[in-house]
């Protein structure tokens, strides 16, 4: 999951642990994409839009679906709603704040 606001990164972390996966956290695309690149298997992108550094969300969900098509995708943002065709292949937004019973059904969907 990426995430620069620690406590937005708490919750998400908890959401994330309460659908029984394990997250690996990022603050930033590059910290994330350096996680997947070490990181086998990886299934599942949760990243926010607005973040730190040269790309945000949108482009990091980008990067990733056109370096690992399987990898499923949530992309979430209190400031940007995205169009749709902003939005990789298969990927999911939700709007902050979310709703934590509809993100978490999202995850335990995309883990299985």
Known sequence: M?????LLLM???????EAGLEPLEARNADEA????ESVPGIRILF??????GKMDGLKLAKAV???WPPVEIIIVSGMKQP?????PER???FPKPYDTRQLCDALVRMAT
Do not use: Y
């Not at 169009?83 to 939005?87: I, N, R, S």
């Open 33 to 36: 994409l350096m996680l997947f």
């Open 2 to 6: 990426v995430e620069d606001e620690a």
């Open 83 to 87: 169009d749709k065709d902003e939005l």
């Open 11 to 17: 919750m998400a972390v908890g959401i994330v642990e």
């Open 65 to 67: 679906r056109d370096r």
């Open 47 to 52: 990243t926010d839009i607005d973040m730190p």
């Open 91 to 93: 990927g999911v937004f």
